[in-house]
């Protein structure tokens, strides 16, 4: 983890507290995530949150917070991550290109979208 994630994950300690003395224990940030998806989603199924956690408290923001974060950041927040999520549409153009210039296509045309 990067030095920002874990200040991140510092940050929430006194929600992981919380979430621990409710009975639920979260030790890492793809468990915070699920948790963040079963508030959520049961937030808007009406039905029970886990640990009786109420919708509108702090500790359901802190949760749900936590969790779209870690769910954006970890995919794609560092560098090198996001360079290396180019890769394939960049494979896929060189390819093509090689095939075009070998006469191995008859590709005339392709549209990349994003």
């Known amino acids: 983890f990067s030095k920002t994630t874990l200040d991140v994950w510092e940050m929430l300690k006194p929600t992981l507290e919380s979430l621990r003395e409710l009975g639920i224990e979260v030790d890492n940030p793809l468990q915070l995530g699920s948790l963040g998806d079963v508030l959520e989603s049961n937030y808007y199924e009406n039905l029970p949150l886990p640990g009786g956690i109420e919708p509108e408290s702090e500790l359901f923001f802190n949760v749900t ?3 779209y974060f870690f769910g954006a950041y970890l995919p794609e927040g560092q ?3 996001r360079e290396l999520a180019a890769a394939p549409i960049f ?3 060189l390819s093509q290109l090689e095939s075009k210039v ?3 296509t008859s590709l005339e045309f392709t549209f990349l979208s994003a």
């Open 91 to 93: 494979e896929l153009m």
């Open 65 to 67: 917070w936590g969790a």
């Open 79 to 81: 560098k090198i991550q």
């Open 102 to 104: 070998a006469g191995s």
